[in-house]
C-alpha cells in the first residue's frame, strides 16, 4: 500500500513538473506586435528577446549600423526571438515583422531584417524592394552559409551575428564606395620578444604553411548532411563534395526527380541542380541530396510560395531623376511557376551636386509618394518618421526579398 501511494506521488510530481516546464515554452510564441521595435524602444537597431547576445555585441551592431545609416540611409534591423510559431514559416514571420515595422525608408524601401528565431534553428534575412539589386538573394545566401551559420553551429550567436551583419554593411556600402566596415580580434597569444632566435622563426614558418595548407585542403570540401534535402551554392563553386558523417566522398547522381519549381527554376536559369549520393552510409531514408547551384543575378528571385528561384526580377524607369527632382522606377516581380505577381513604383534619389547633398542631409528621407500596387504579398504598412533622428524606422517594405538558412 505504502509502494503504491508512494507510486501516485511520483505520478502527479511528475505531471505537475511536466506543466512547469512546458509552460513558459508555449510562452515564448510571439506575434509581431509584441516583438519590441529597438526604434522606440532605446533608439538602437538590435532586439534580443532570446537574450542570446553579449551586451558589448548590441553595441557594436549598434554602432555599425548607425555608421551604415549616417553614410547612404541604409536600416538593418537585428532580432532574436525564442520562437515563430504563430507565423506558418520563419520567412512569413520575417515579411510580416519587416512591414509591421516599415524597415528602411519610404522612398527607396532600402530596409533589411536580420532575423534569428532560436528554436527554429534558423536565420532568415529580409530585403527591401530598394535593396535587392545591391544584395540579391544568392548573395544574402552566401552571407548566411559562411558567415552565420557556422557560427552557430558551434554556439557563437555573438560571433555569427557580428559576422553576418558586417558582410551585410561591407555590401550594401560598395555601392556607395565607402569604407569597409571590419570587425578585428587581436590576438596575444604571439610573443614579440627576440629571444626566439632562428630555431623560432623557421618553427614558426612551418607551423604557418602546414595550417595554411590544410585550411586551404578544407576550403575546397563541403561536408554535406545526407538527411538534407537541399543545399543551395552559388554555381561558381567548385569545391569538392564529402558526406559530413563519414567524411567520404559522395559520388554524383545523374537521374535526378526534380520538382516542377525546380525544372521551371533550371529553364530559367537561375538555378541549376546536381545530385550527390553517399555510398558508404547507404541511407534508404535519403537516397541522395539536392545542391542548388544558384545565378548571382538579381533578376532570379526565390518565390515565397514555391520556394524557387521561379520569379524573374525587371526594372523600368518610368521618370528619371534629375538635380531638382526624384524619379521614378517600377520594379515587377512575376513568378513563372505560380500565380504570385507584384509591381511596386518607387522613388529614385535626385542626382546630387557637392552643393545641395549637405544641404539635403537635414531633410527627411520620408516620403509617401510611392505608387504600390501589390496583386499579391504584403503591404508596405510602416510607421511614420523619419529614420534614426525620429525614434522609428522609416517606412519602407518588402516584398519577399531574401533568404533563409539552418544550422
Given at each position: 500500500?505504502?509502494?503504491?501511494?508512494t507510486?501516485?506521488?511520483?505520478?502527479?510530481?511528475g505531471?505537475?513538473?511536466?506543466?512547469?516546464?512546458?509552460?513558459?515554452?508555449?510562452?515564448?510564441?510571439?506575434?509581431?506586435?509584441?516583438?519590441?521595435?529597438?526604434?522606440?524602444?532605446?533608439?538602437?537597431?538590435?532586439?534580443?528577446?532570446?537574450?542570446?547576445?553579449?551586451?558589448?555585441?548590441?553595441?557594436?551592431?549598434?554602432?555599425m549600423i548607425?555608421?551604415?545609416?549616417?553614410?547612404n540611409?541604409?536600416?538593418?534591423?537585428?532580432v532574436?526571438?525564442?520562437?515563430?510559431?504563430?507565423?506558418?514559416?520563419?520567412?512569413?514571420?520575417?515579411?510580416?515583422?519587416?512591414?509591421?515595422?516599415g524597415?528602411?525608408?519610404?522612398?527607396?524601401?532600402?530596409?533589411?531584417?536580420?532575423?534569428?528565431?532560436?528554436?527554429?534553428?534558423?536565420?532568415?534575412?529580409?530585403?527591401?524592394?530598394?535593396?535587392?539589386?545591391?544584395l540579391?538573394?544568392?548573395?544574402?545566401?552566401?552571407i548566411?552559409?559562411?558567415k552565420?551559420?557556422p557560427?552557430?553551429k558551434?554556439?557563437?550567436?555573438?560571433?555569427?551575428?557580428?559576422?553576418?551583419?558586417?558582410?551585410?554593411?561591407?555590401?550594401?556600402?560598395?555601392?556607395?564606395?565607402?569604407?569597409?566596415?571590419?570587425?578585428?580580434?587581436?590576438?596575444?597569444?604571439?610573443?614579440?620578444?627576440?629571444?626566439?632566435?632562428?630555431?623560432?622563426?623557421?618553427?614558426?614558418?612551418?607551423?604557418?604553411?602546414?595550417?595554411?595548407?590544410?585550411?586551404?585542403?578544407q576550403?575546397?570540401k563541403?561536408f554535406?548532411?545526407p538527411r538534407?534535402?537541399?543545399?543551395?551554392?552559388?554555381?561558381?563553386d567548385?569545391?569538392?563534395?564529402?558526406?559530413?558523417?563519414?567524411?567520404?566522398?559522395m559520388?554524383?547522381?545523374?537521374?535526378?526527380?526534380?520538382?516542377?519549381?525546380?525544372?521551371?527554376?533550371?529553364?530559367?536559369g537561375?538555378?541549376?541542380?546536381?545530385?550527390y549520393?553517399?555510398?558508404?552510409?547507404?541511407?534508404?531514408?535519403?537516397?541522395?541530396?539536392?545542391?542548388?547551384?544558384?545565378?548571382?543575378?538579381?533578376?532570379y528571385?526565390?518565390c515565397?510560395?514555391?520556394?524557387?528561384?521561379?520569379?524573374?526580377?525587371?526594372?523600368?524607369?518610368?521618370?528619371?531623376?534629375?538635380?531638382?527632382?526624384?524619379?521614378?522606377?517600377?520594379?515587377?516581380?512575376?513568378?513563372?511557376?505560380?500565380?504570385y505577381?507584384?509591381?511596386?513604383?518607387?522613388?529614385?534619389?535626385?542626382?546630387?551636386?557637392p552643393?545641395?547633398?549637405?544641404?539635403?542631409?537635414?531633410?527627411?528621407?520620408?516620403?509617401?509618394?510611392?505608387?504600390?500596387?501589390?496583386?499579391?504579398?504584403?503591404?508596405?504598412g510602416?510607421?511614420?518618421?523619419?529614420?534614426?533622428?525620429?525614434g522609428d524606422?522609416?517606412?519602407?517594405?518588402s516584398g519577399?526579398g531574401?533568404?533563409?538558412g539552418d544550422?
Amino acid at each position: 500500500m505504502k509502494t503504491l501511494n508512494t507510486l501516485k506521488q511520483t505520478i502527479t510530481l511528475g505531471f505537475i513538473s511536466s506543466i512547469v516546464i512546458l509552460t513558459p515554452l508555449s510562452s515564448q510564441a510571439l506575434t509581431v506586435e509584441e516583438v519590441t521595435n529597438p526604434r522606440q524602444d532605446n533608439g538602437g537597431w538590435v532586439t534580443d528577446m532570446a537574450d542570446i547576445l553579449s551586451d558589448a555585441t548590441e553595441t557594436e551592431i549598434n554602432r555599425m549600423i548607425n555608421n551604415l545609416e549616417q553614410t547612404n540611409g541604409t536600416e538593418i534591423a537585428v532580432v532574436t526571438v525564442p520562437d515563430t510559431s504563430p507565423s506558418a514559416t520563419p520567412k512569413a514571420f520575417a515579411t510580416e515583422l519587416f512591414n509591421h515595422w516599415g524597415i528602411g525608408k519610404a522612398d527607396t524601401d532600402n530596409g533589411v531584417l536580420f532575423l534569428i528565431p532560436v528554436s527554429d534553428r534558423h536565420v532568415e534575412i529580409e530585403t527591401g524592394y530598394g535593396i535587392e539589386g545591391i544584395l540579391p538573394d544568392a548573395k544574402v545566401g552566401d552571407i548566411i552559409d559562411t558567415k552565420i551559420t557556422p557560427q552557430y553551429k558551434q554556439g557563437d550567436f555573438d560571433r555569427g551575428t557580428l559576422d553576418g551583419t558586417s558582410a551585410l554593411i561591407v555590401a550594401l556600402n560598395s555601392s556607395s564606395n565607402s569604407t569597409e566596415e571590419a570587425i578585428t580580434t587581436s590576438d596575444n597569444s604571439v610573443d614579440k620578444g627576440l629571444n626566439w632566435g632562428i630555431f623560432a622563426i623557421v618553427g614558426g614558418m612551418g607551423l604557418i604553411l602546414t595550417r595554411g595548407f590544410m585550411a586551404w585542403r578544407q576550403r575546397n570540401k563541403i561536408f554535406v548532411n545526407p538527411r538534407k534535402t537541399k543545399i543551395a551554392l552559388q554555381r561558381r563553386d567548385n569545391r569538392q563534395i564529402h558526406c559530413a558523417k563519414c567524411n567520404q566522398p559522395m559520388e554524383k547522381v545523374n537521374n535526378l526527380e526534380l520538382t516542377e519549381p525546380q525544372r521551371i527554376a533550371q529553364n530559367l536559369g537561375g538555378a541549376s541542380f546536381r545530385g550527390y549520393k553517399c555510398s558508404n552510409c547507404h541511407n534508404e531514408k535519403y537516397p541522395y541530396v539536392i545542391l542548388s547551384y544558384f545565378s548571382n543575378s538579381d533578376r532570379y528571385l526565390d518565390c515565397p510560395d514555391c520556394q524557387e528561384l521561379t520569379v524573374i526580377r525587371t526594372e523600368e524607369t518610368i521618370k528619371e531623376a534629375t538635380w531638382n527632382s526624384k524619379g521614378k522606377r517600377l520594379i515587377s516581380k512575376k513568378c513563372h511557376c505560380c500565380d504570385y505577381q507584384t509591381e511596386k513604383v518607387i522613388s529614385i534619389p535626385r542626382l546630387y551636386s557637392p552643393t545641395n547633398r549637405s544641404k539635403d542631409r537635414s531633410r527627411s528621407y520620408v516620403d509617401s509618394s510611392y505608387v504600390d500596387t501589390s496583386y499579391s504579398g504584403y503591404g508596405g504598412g510602416g510607421f511614420d518618421g523619419g529614420g534614426s533622428s525620429g525614434g522609428d524606422f522609416g517606412g519602407g517594405s518588402s516584398g519577399g526579398g531574401g533568404a533563409g538558412g539552418d544550422w
